[in-house]
């Protein structure tokens, strides 16, 4: 059965695993090991995935890492777009720290690859920064590996494919010994030009290489070659440059290149398997997006949230129910508006389930201590991957979140082919984005930006 105003022992399980999270964080975790720890729970006497999950859920968790719902990555448009280009590696793009949760960080780190493959230079692989194991203790400017949230090898591997002529470096200590990379010549993308078009996007980014190349004739004071080569740090850019530059095809497919860590896809199809089983539903991954099966839900529920917790839910029960869909998947909120939600659902015959309540079920106990060990932005990587296989999405224009998966769901709504935000945005009405598999809940003017410039 979901969770109802009498089964409640979720929230007793919440706060069990954000005291085991802070626990092992400051005493236990190291993100240097993680690859590590994966071996321990993928590999039993040479059996992949063999110690934690067996048989079915095996096949399972297997399947899912083998199928994505719009299908496998496709490189060619992006090796298109970077053979058309003009390439000069004595120029090393670096991102300055991005801000911010999973899918902001992501979207900045995306344009910083697009800046760079328009400027045609060498890349160095980001960082980020650690906010600590919950939004309310953060621990600003301590730099991680990107392997904090994403899968590095891949996002080598995928750009050695298709951008050969990208060079890439992996930190700084590959340059320890070029007296010229010691500064970094710090630009604001979006301040080499006043045009833009919505408001803080690039209205012409075809002109923006030449624009750049103008500041650094001014800004470098000698011509940067192979042998010193210069660092120029993008700082901050985070929703600048349009999609409506690339083809469609491009589109679909550069987001693809960052994926999500691979202990978060571990734990998320473990929780996705554990919430078929929960509300006996098939959710074979290798199916895409299963319709009438369950509804994923991100609510919004801190400080700087625009739209009150209460219409969120009341917004959320509502859309459930004309669609008949009474399973629904929520991520974990504060215990008073979790209370609320799990109330009005019940009064609409809707079962709630979380990944902390899922993980609570027996059999589980492997991956519950996996997700134990993950930061609260980390643990937002398994819900996000949850989200993508609903069969109906919903969550507020005040969440990049909430945006980020709408639009990689969109891919799959246009059944492999990209329409433009136009397309997407609805025709009145309180809404900000609308599809067949999703819903953005927010006041008109705001579409614009996100939907020009926000990466799916």
Known sequence: MGITPRNLPFKLAIALVSFVSIVYF?????????????????????????????????????????SEIDG????????????GKRWNTSIIVQCELPHGGIAS?????????????????????????????TPKHMVPEIAQDMSYFFDKEHFIDSMTKACPQM???????????????????EIQPEALTKDFAPPGVLKKPEAWRDLFKSWLQVAVKFTPTDDKPIIVKLKQPFLQFPLRYDRGEFVMSFGRILRF???ARFIAANVLYALGEHFNIDLDPTKSIRPQKFYGAHLRNEDDAATPVKEQINSVVKVATEMS???????AMASENTTAFVTKAASQNISLACKESLLMEPGYEPIKLELAKLTWDQQAMVDYEVFLRSSFFSGVKESVFAWNIAMRRHIANGEGTWMTGEAMKPKGGPLSF?????????TESDWGRVLESLWP
């Open 26 to 66: 400051f005493f236990f975790r190291s993100d240097n090991t993680y690859q590590q720890r994966l071996e321990s729970i993928y590999t039993s006497a040479g059996n992949t995935y063999g110690s934690a999950v067996k048989g079915k859920q095996a096949t399972f968790v297997k399947n899912f890492f083998e």
């Open 72 to 83: 496998p990555i496709n490189l060619e448009p992006i090796k298109f777009v970077c053979d």
């Open 105 to 133: 960080v992501r979207n900045t780190f995306l344009n910083c690859v697009r800046y760079t493959i328009e400027i045609g230079g060498a890349f160095m692989l980001p960082q980020v920064v650690n906010r600590d194991v």
């Open 167 to 185: 060079r890439i470096y992996r930190s700084m200590d590959e340059l320890w010994n070029v007296p010229t990379t010691q500064k970094a010549y």
């Open 261 to 263: 860590r691979e202990d």
């Open 325 to 331: 869909l009474k399973n629904l998947y929520f991520s």
């Open 434 to 442: 609308l599809d067949k598999l999703s819903i953005i809940l927010g």
